[in-house]
């Protein structure tokens, strides 16, 4: 079992520029989630989908922040325009029902 | 609103010693629960969950917690913490389809 992987690790790119981050979640699993972590505000649900439908982009910042699940093994957060408040970890993380999540080791992104 | 509380943000312990992390949640059922530790750098790795049944639940490394439904509690304990524990600890809580973290507990271990 590979489990969840992300890409890129870390990403340094300017402000303005749109960022787009990769998940591959565990093969069988029908919950993705992509969370960011920072000091100030800790560990943040941005968005979840079922069976590759959003069910919950409540915490999703603003309009400049986009996620996709085309297929079951494939998922996108993308940022456009991008801005230095975005850096973060951006954790991706997957389930089968309701057993535990199983998470990435996370994108690093940093915004100049 | 279901919740999630980590009361205490760092706690400091030295190797050896017993540990005992607080995780308290708000909700009219029963959740299902879980701990997660976070290593630097890494992403967050399952310790042990409670679905139902015992209400004390073994996971990985030595780590037990029990699950107190009239406390509304499910506290994370080790009877001896080892230097390669200190980590930052979440509590998670699932009801329907509802997740919720907690703010986590950051562990320094002191030799």
């Known amino acids: 079992d590979a489990g969840v992987i992300q890409s890129p690790r870390h990403e340094v790119t300017e402000m303005g520029q749109e960022v787009t981050l990769r998940c591959k979640p565990i093969?069988?699993?029908?919950?993705l989630f992509w969370y960011r972590q920072t000091m100030m505000r800790g560990l943040e649900l941005l968005i979840y989908?079922?069976?590759?439908?959003?069910?919950?982009d409540s915490g999703m910042p603003e309009d400049r922040f986009s996620a996709k699940m085309p297929n079951a093994s494939f998922s996108t957060l993308k940022i456009q325009p991008s801005e230095p408040r975005d850096s973060a970890v951006y954790f991706c993380a997957s389930a089968q029902e309701l057993q535990p999540q199983h998470f990435g080791d996370g994108t690093r992104l940093s915004i100049l | 609103a279901q919740s999630v509380t980590q009361p205490d943000i760092h706690i400091t312990v030295s190797e050896g010693a017993s540990l005992e992390l607080r995780c308290n949640y708000s909700?009219?059922?029963?959740?299902?629960l879980f701990w997660y530790v976070q290593s630097p750098g890494q992403g967050l790795q399952l310790l042990l969950k409670?679905?139902?049944?015992?209400?004390l639940v073994q996971g990985i490394k030595g780590f037990e917690a029990e699950f107190k439904r009239s406390q509304s509690s499910f506290n994370l304990r080790k009877p001896s913490v080892h230097w390669s524990d200190a980590a930052e600890y979440f509590c998670a809580v699932v009801t329907g389809n509802q997740f919720y973290f907690g703010t986590g507990t950051s562990l320094t271990v002191i030799p």
């Open positions: 409670y679905f139902s049944g015992d209400t």
């Open positions: 093969s069988g699993h029908d919950y």
């Open positions: 989908f079922n069976n590759n439908v959003p069910i919950d």
């Open positions: 909700y009219g059922a029963t959740p299902y």
